[in-house]
């Protein structure tokens, strides 16, 4: 079991060997939802419409070298 802690924030780190199985990367977009008492955590795959494509594109503003450096400690 991987286990991670919610900051103050709601903030989370999903574990590395998390991550490298379900094969995320930087910049991927993340879906939640409640399945009952069950947290279903997706990763998203944009469609050929591109909706996603131009939604993950204008969330650049978070993602200055300057914003990563301020939520590091987080």
């Known amino acids: 079991m991987?286990?991670?802690?919610?900051?103050?924030?709601g903030q989370t780190t999903i574990p590395k060997k998390i991550r490298d199985?379900?094969?995320l990367i930087e910049g991927d977009i993340l879906a939640f939802e409640m399945a009952?008492?069950?947290?279903?955590?997706?990763?998203?795959?944009?469609?050929?419409?591109?909706y996603l494509r131009g939604l993950s594109e204008?969330?650049?503003?978070?993602?200055?070298?300057?914003?990563?450096?301020?939520?590091?400690?987080?």
């Open 58 to 74: 204008t969330m650049t503003e978070w993602t200055s070298p300057e914003d990563e450096e301020a939520w590091r400690d987080l």
């Open 21 to 23: 199985e379900a094969g």
């Open 36 to 50: 009952g008492e069950h947290l279903v955590v997706r990763k998203v795959t944009p469609g050929p419409d591109g």
């Open 2 to 9: 991987n286990l991670s802690r919610i900051t103050a924030r």
